[in-house]
């Protein structure tokens, strides 16, 4: 297959979709699309690469995202001929859905590759990732006030590693990763994570801009992220976070009751001392008070 530098990262993604276990065939299809349609022209290489890639990727899609991609390449007029061609007799020829039951594992190598790639393959990952129907290992945190609000505050005053730590037990996945998403310097995890937990658009806005300089100091940078968690779906984000689950090593659930005053209730009930009881079985009781109330 001949390899060039249109599609750098995609072409890791297109042998991590070959391999048993995984099947991210269907998004890959959609973003390789997505980025040959945005140029007017291509480059011999750029055209042989995407025909090539395509081509293998069609037979093994399901019909829904064939029509998405014939519609995508039927409004664009250097569409080649031979994708098209397939399209259509993949269409003439379909069958019953290629995936009943697909089995997931898409694990560190997809993660890593996602990391690795940039702004808009990114993006044009995440908008089209909801095709991909990965089992999440545990449904998602509910959103709550309370942890919405330990999220922003700990942006807010400036303390990453408490951030981190929140961020880890809430979407249960290890540390390193939760570190990663944090620190990440292009912010698109930081808004999967927002997403997937169900996080409001002006909670996250505020929370990049404190919480991560690199981020925080470019307003043009802010508003790009903001756009994305508009662009992406809660499907997307919970399957984003999923594959997140499996490559860091997911963690045991804990649904804590996130609230603002959680330390000072805890403090509290350690320093109020417990009612004295009697610690002999069938000891003495204590009499019954006496009222002072007359009839």
């Known amino acids: 297959m001949v390899r060039s530098p249109a599609y750098p990262t995609l072409d890791g993604l297109f042998d991590l979709a070959c391999r048993d276990g995984v099947d991210i065939r269907p998004t890959l299809l959609r973003v390789l699309t997505d ?31 064939r029509a998405i991609v014939a519609g995508r390449l ?9 994708v098209l061609n397939k399209l259509a007799r993949a269409a003439r020829e379909s069958g019953p859905p290629v995936h009943a039951e697909p089995q997931m594992a898409l694990g560190r190598e997809l993660a890593d590759l996602f990391f690795a790639a940039n702004d808009e393959e990114r993006r044009l990952i995440l908008i089209n990732l909801d095709a991909v129907p ?11 006030a309370g942890l919405m609000g330990r999220l922003e505050s700990e942006a807010l005053r400036n303390k990453p ?17 939760a570190e990663r998403i944090v620190t990440d ?11 997937a937990l ?17 981020i925080g100091q470019s307003v043009q940078r802010v508003y790009a ?14 399957n984003m976070v999923a594959i997140w689950r499996q490559a860091g090593g997911q963690q045991q659930a804990r649904h804590e009751a996130f609230t603002w005053d959680d330390e000072r209730k805890s403090a509290r009930a350690l320093a109020t ?23």
């Open 35 to 65: 980025l040959y349609v945005q140029k007017l022209t291509h480059s011999t290489d750029e055209e042989t690469q995407y025909v090539e890639l395509a081509l293998r990727l069609i037979e093994g899609v399901d019909d829904e995202t």
């Open 74 to 82: 039927t409004g664009y007029r250097a569409a080649p001929m031979a």
């Open 134 to 144: 990965v089992r999440p290992g545990r449904k998602r945190v509910p959103a709550s």
């Open 161 to 177: 590693t408490e951030f981190i730590r929140t961020l880890e037990r809430a979407l249960g996945i290890g540390h390193a990763l």
């Open 185 to 195: 310097p292009s912010g698109e995890p930081i808004v999967v994570a927002a997403r």
């Open 198 to 214: 169900g996080m409001n658009a002006s909670t996250l806005q505020r929370i990049l801009l404190f919480l991560n300089p690199t």
């Open 225 to 238: 992220l903001a756009r994305l968690f508009d662009e992406i779906s809660l499907a997307s984000a919970e």
């Open 273 to 295: 001392p417990m009612p004295q009881r009697s610690t002999r079985a069938g000891g003495p009781q204590p009499e019954p008070r006496k009222s002072n109330r007359t009839g």
